[in-house]
Nanobody, 127 residues
Framework: QVQLVVSGGGLVQAGGSLRLSCVAS????????MGWFRQAPGKERDFVAT????????NYADSVKGRFTISRDNAKNTVYLQMNSLKPEDTAVYFC????????????????????WGQGTQVTVSS
């Protein structure tokens, strides 16, 4: 059983940056692919970014490509989401998720792939 704790959300002006962190415990973090998702008010939860357990493969939603970077530190059991050039439309509750993966380079874009979820953190971008 993997527990995920998310931190780093907040209020930022458009054009600003935030870094989200997700710390895992209770499992073999280094064998889990990780993902970030977000849910805006009144909308479904959407994929943002994913990283393989080796850290060698990443994938991003088109809406965040070039602005967001997902990374991980397996020694610290932590995955990060660096968010730059934030826009008001990035306002949402952000979630991290973990999936046990057999292949070191596998990434997962769909929320139904993931077994474990952290609590959300609110990111609000003002215009």
């Amino acid at each position: 059983q993997v527990q995920l704790v998310v931190s780093g959300g907040g209020l930022v002006q458009a054009g600003g940056s935030l870094r989200l962190s997700c710390v895992a415990s209770g499992g073999t973090f280094s064998r889990h692919a990780m993902g970030w998702f977000r849910q805006a008010p009144g909308k479904e939860r959407d994929f943002v970014a994913t990283i393989s357990w080796s850290g060698t493969s990443t994938n991003y939603a088109d809406s965040v490509k070039g602005r967001f970077t997902i990374s991980r530190d397996n020694a610290k059991n932590t995955v990060y989401l660096q968010m730059n050039s934030l826009k008001p439309e990035d306002t949402a509750v952000y979630f991290c998720a973990a999936k046990r993966a057999y292949y070191s380079g596998s990434t997962y874009n769909t929320e139904y792939d993931y077994n474990y979820w952290g609590q959300g953190t609110q990111v609000t971008v003002s215009s």
